[in-house]
Structures are given as structure tokens and as C-alpha cells.
């Protein structure tokens, strides 16, 4: 049976810096300590045991929303659904218009703008001589990742500072579920009242490539989301990710 926790922190400054977007979402790989009995579920796509967490960030790099407690078997598609879908969650839906930026993973649809299938994104291929983009979907995921980035580095920080979450003590499944968030609380912390952490310093550049191994692998190669929208909603927000794809498109062949 699924032990789940979902926490909602909330921060005194909600408002992000990025026009329309409120903020990354992301799956990550935490480390589990489980019976050789009790193993299988939790092995998921790596050959050690680990739970799914899945968290949102604001672009002043904090948490503002952590699911934990999930097995590592557990696509990230599905912890998405359960929080999107179930009210107990508690998950902070974005306002009317606005919208969270997600990876491949999941449906563009009204307060989650996924980028381009099929087309380059990850920051490190368009790393290299010749290796810009050149055509409008491109330039859409290239700044489309740049901007998700920041969960990314979230997590790059939450995992070097917290080695505990990548070699698991052996307490109970319980008390595991609570650990990720309680990292995650005073990550928070550090970050309202530390200007000059150093693990803060070091993740703070923008378009800083994060190693695979630090997130939860194929989680952009995923099929999408099952979930309850129309025709209309996806082709609005399909609209809408046009808009902004051709907005870029414009500014780039102006510079």
C-alpha cells in the first residue's frame, strides 16, 4: 500500500520574476531502504531501491509543493495525476492563465506548458560549436528548458547537501516518506536566511547543466499524462505554446 505525504510550503514571495509562469515541476529518484522482501516495487528503472518524490519549485529556488512516499516503480506521469486530480493532495493549481513549466513527461494543458515532442531540448544539446537552435520549436525548448532548469538545480542542491538521501538509513518505510520533505523544509530555510550559502552560489547559474544521474532518469522520455482535459483545452494551450514559440521566434530574427 502506498504511504504518501503531500506538503505544501508556503513562501512569502509567490510572485515569480517569469511573466505567466509560476514555477518548474519535476520527479526525482530518493534513495530507500526496504526488505529484500518488499524490494520489487521500489527498483523502478534502477537497480537499486529508491521512492519517487515529486516537487515544484518557485524561481527563487524554493519548494513550494512536495509529494513523497511513492515507490520507485512509480512513473512520474502518475504521481502527477494523483496530485493534479486528488483535492486531498492539496496541490497549488496555477491561477487562470498562469502555468507551471514541465518536461515531456507531461500533457501541455491548461496550467502545465510541456515543450515541442520530437525536437531537441535538454540544455546540453545545444552545448557546442554549431549546436544553437535554428528553427522555432527549437528555440521554444531551448528557453523552455532553460526556464525548467530550476528544478533541476533545486534538487542538485537538495541532494548535495543531504548525502542521507542518496544512501538511505534502514529506519521504517514511515519514517522514510518524511525525510525528503523535511530536507526539503530546511533547504527553505537556508535559502530565506543565507544569502551567501555556498551550495546556493554554486547552482545559481540559470543555464547550468545538471548531471542525468542526479534526477530521475527517463523521466522526459515518458509517455504523457492520462488525464481528463478536452480537444479545446489542449488546442488553447497548444495555442498558447505557439504564441510564445512564435514571440521568441520574432525577437531572435529581430537581434
Known amino acids: 500500500m502506498l504511504i504518501?505525504?503531500?506538503?505544501?510550503?508556503?513562501?512569502?514571495?509567490?510572485?515569480?520574476?517569469?511573466?505567466?509562469?509560476?514555477?518548474?515541476?519535476?520527479?526525482?529518484?530518493?534513495s530507500a531502504s526496504v526488505p529484500a522482501s518488499d524490494q520489487i516495487?521500489?527498483?523502478?528503472?534502477?537497480?537499486?531501491?529508491?521512492?519517487?518524490?515529486?516537487?515544484?519549485?518557485?524561481?527563487?529556488?524554493?519548494?513550494?509543493y512536495v509529494l513523497s512516499g511513492w515507490e520507485g516503480t512509480a512513473n512520474d506521469s502518475r504521481v502527477f495525476l494523483e496530485c493534479v486530480n486528488n483535492?486531498?493532495?492539496?496541490?497549488?493549481?496555477p491561477p487562470e492563465g498562469k502555468y507551471y513549466v514541465v518536461d515531456s513527461g507531461y500533457t501541455n494543458m491548461p496550467g502545465f506548458l510541456s515543450p515541442y515532442r520530437g525536437e531537441r531540448y535538454h540544455l546540453n544539446s545545444f552545448r557546442g560549436h554549431g549546436q544553437r537552435p535554428k528553427k522555432i520549436e527549437e528555440w521554444f525548448n531551448f528557453r523552455h528548458s532553460s526556464l525548467r532548469n530550476v528544478i533541476e538545480r533545486c534538487f542538485g542542491v537538495l541532494k548535495a547537501r543531504f548525502p542521507i538521501l542518496k544512501q538511505m538509513p534502514p529506519y521504517?518505510?514511515?519514517?522514510?516518506?518524511?525525510?525528503?520533505?523535511?530536507?526539503?523544509?530546511?533547504?527553505?530555510?537556508?535559502?530565506?536566511?543565507?544569502d551567501n550559502d555556498d551550495l546556493f552560489r554554486?547552482?545559481?547559474?540559470?543555464?547550468?547543466?545538471?548531471?542525468?544521474?542526479?534526477?530521475?532518469?527517463?523521466?522526459?522520455?515518458?509517455?504523457?499524462?492520462?488525464?481528463?482535459?478536452?480537444?479545446?483545452?489542449?488546442?488553447?494551450?497548444?495555442?498558447?505554446?505557439?504564441?510564445?514559440?512564435?514571440?521568441?521566434?520574432?525577437?531572435?530574427?529581430r537581434s
Open 202 to 253: 554554486e547552482y545559481s547559474q540559470e543555464n547550468m547543466v545538471i548531471r542525468q544521474c542526479q534526477r530521475a532518469r527517463g523521466s522526459s522520455s515518458q509517455n504523457p499524462v492520462e488525464i481528463d482535459v478536452t480537444r479545446g483545452q489542449l488546442r488553447r494551450m497548444s495555442n498558447v505554446r505557439d504564441r510564445i514559440a512564435e514571440q521568441i521566434w520574432t525577437s531572435i530574427n
Open 172 to 194: 521504517s518505510v514511515r519514517t522514510q516518506k518524511y525525510i525528503p520533505t523535511a530536507c526539503c523544509t530546511v533547504h527553505n530555510w537556508i535559502r530565506m536566511h543565507d
Open 41 to 64: 516495487p521500489y527498483r523502478g528503472k534502477h537497480t537499486v531501491t529508491t521512492q519517487n518524490v515529486m516537487a515544484a519549485c518557485s524561481f527563487n529556488m524554493r519548494f513550494t
Open 4 to 30: 504518501l505525504l503531500c506538503v505544501q510550503f508556503v513562501s512569502r514571495e509567490l510572485t515569480d520574476r517569469k511573466k505567466d509562469c509560476v514555477g518548474a515541476i519535476d520527479g526525482t529518484h530518493i
Open 87 to 93: 483535492p486531498a493532495m492539496g496541490f497549488p493549481k
